[in-house]
């Protein structure tokens, strides 16, 4: 995701910046974790009080990170967008959702063909981490288990 930014970036850079301006992009690792990801604003809010100015920021990469950050980001009183803070009650993403993704359509998918046709499976168990991706994909799969007609048991976390 970061190198996606940063090519657009370079390329917007090529042909005079946006309204003039350079872009600069700071990568920062939520590393899939709430916690950091909320410990990252505080660099955001560092970086903004030193007075540079913050657009915006792109990702985070999983819904949960994003989730666990945005009651910060609507507290934030610094931000240089004309747009208010509290705008937007939920996390807006231009992307499509977990559950319509072609890679995770595509793993629900190859996982309950595998376990019916390759493994002739009848019962099965399903295991996932407690994350909101984690979630939704155990229940997709889960669900495509119930359509194939197979038995599983309840979802372990």
């Not at 560092?46 to 819904?63: M, P, Q, R, T, Y």
């Not at 009650?89 to 629900?108: E, N, Y």
Request: hydrophobic share 35%; with cysteine; glycine share 8%.
């Amino acid at each position: 995701m970061l190198g996606g930014v940063r090519l657009a970036v370079a390329e917007t850079n090529r042909t005079g910046g946006l309204n003039g301006y350079k872009i600069v992009v700071r990568g920062l690792d939520d590393e899939s974790d709430d916690n950091v990801a909320v410990d990252n604003i505080k660099t955001i809010q560092a970086a903004l009080d030193k007075g540079e100015k913050v657009l915006g920021v792109i990702g985070h990469l999983n819904s949960g990170q994003t989730i666990a950050a945005m009651q910060q980001y609507s507290t934030m009183p610094s931000w240089s967008s004309p747009l208010p803070p509290r705008r937007y009650p939920s996390p807006s993403t231009i992307t499509t959702t977990s559950s319509a993704s072609t890679p995770t359509m595509m793993c629900r998918q190859y996982l309950t063909r595998f376990l019916t046709q390759k493994l002739n499976a009848h019962s099965v168990a399903v295991l996932y981490n407690d994350t909101p991706y984690g979630i939704g994909l155990a229940q997709g799969v889960k669900q495509r288990l119930t359509n194939q007609g197979l038995k599983w048991s309840p979802i372990y976390r």
